[in-house]
């Protein structure tokens, strides 16, 4: 919770200028009444519209409003010219998408005054946030720094939050992040569950198909990838698999923060033509790091290493 000081004494000045002219802003049907000459300094939107009919007197949008409590609080600010408010960041960021509809500046910087600028250096915890912030403002350089970061630190953010806004930000964000030569990922099958949620989604997501190297995917993964296929998107998933191939021949695994460990997968399986004294076959498979296994040193000892039937690893 944050108090806010509203002290813009020339707009609480053209407010209060006694003109028999009063305009509604509605907002989600939620009707502000104020008057023309302080809408037509405070919103762009209104003075754009004013322009083509000096005779408006209402303007209707619509836009995501999280908190029933936003209403109140720019009727505080539109209305009642109050001096400060008390707000936390949900209500904020209300006022932030209004204010972007509306072209109020003086809503969209209450929120990043209060909580995109004492953000003072990109984390993993912010990035995605910052991200949203510079797209809906269109700043085309901090965007870059922002999707850098997340590709950089890809294997460490919350992807959730980056799907919650993955249809605001669109493929081509998405596409910028996942296709960076500076991607580190946990592994390719964590990569290909993100893709996955997004497509189930929406299939415009389909083409990020492509980033995942399918060569180092479990069966289940590809068979989920399968299942995405329709109509729509078949063409994406077909050359998903066709440049899995292709790299097949001479790839090798792209930098992975998780360190795959074979036999701790229980897909793989060993064996040995002799024991050495009173030691088990069953210790080779054990998986553990807190038993030995030696076969005897006789001349032709062998040791067996092979994936199970049906496994992939």
Not at 145 to 169: A, C, G, M, R, V
Request: aromatic share 12%; net charge negative; hydrophobic share 35%.
């Amino acid at each position: 919770m944050v108090l806010v000081q509203l002290n813009n004494h020339k707009l609480k000045r053209i407010n209060n200028y006694q003109a028999h002219d009063r305009v509604i802003f509605g907002i989600n049907n939620v009707e502000i009444s104020l008057s023309k000459s302080f809408a037509i300094a405070i919103s762009e939107y209104f003075y754009s519209q004013y322009l083509l009919d000096k005779r408006i007197e209402k303007i209707q949008i619509y836009v995501e409003i999280r908190s029933n409590d936003t209403y109140n609080t720019l009727k505080d600010i539109f209305e009642y010219q109050k001096d400060e408010i008390e707000c936390d960041e949900v209500i904020l960021k209300d006022l932030f998408n209004i204010g972007r509809v509306l072209g109020v500046q003086k809503l969209i910087k209450l929120y990043k005054r209060n909580f995109i600028d004492p953000m003072t250096e990109i984390d993993k915890d912010h990035c995605i946030q910052l991200l949203e912030f510079y797209f809906e403002t269109s700043e085309n350089e901090k965007i870059i720094e922002s999707t850098e970061f997340i590709s950089s630190h890809f294997y460490e953010i919350d992807t959730n939050k980056l799907k919650l806004i993955s249809q605001k930000l669109g493929i081509d964000i998405l596409q910028r992040i996942l296709c960076s030569d500076k991607l580190e990922i946990e592994d390719e099958d964590s990569l290909a569950d993100f893709i996955i949620s997004l497509v189930r989604e929406d299939r415009v997501f389909s083409p990020l198909f492509k980033n995942i190297c399918l060569e180092f995917c479990k069966e289940t993964t590809i068979n989920e990838i399968i299942d995405t296929a329709d109509e729509n998107n078949f063409h994406d998933v077909i050359k998903s698999f066709a440049d899995s191939l292709l790299r097949r021949k001479d790839s090798q695994p792209r930098a992975c923060k998780h360190v795959i460990e074979y036999f701790k997968s229980g897909n793989v399986e060993m064996s040995a033509s002799s024991i050495l004294f009173d030691g088990s076959l069953g210790y080779i498979n054990s998986y553990t790091n807190t038993t030995q296994f030696a076969a005897q040193n006789k001349p032709y000892q062998w040791v067996q290493w092979r994936i199970k039937e049906n496994y992939s690893i």
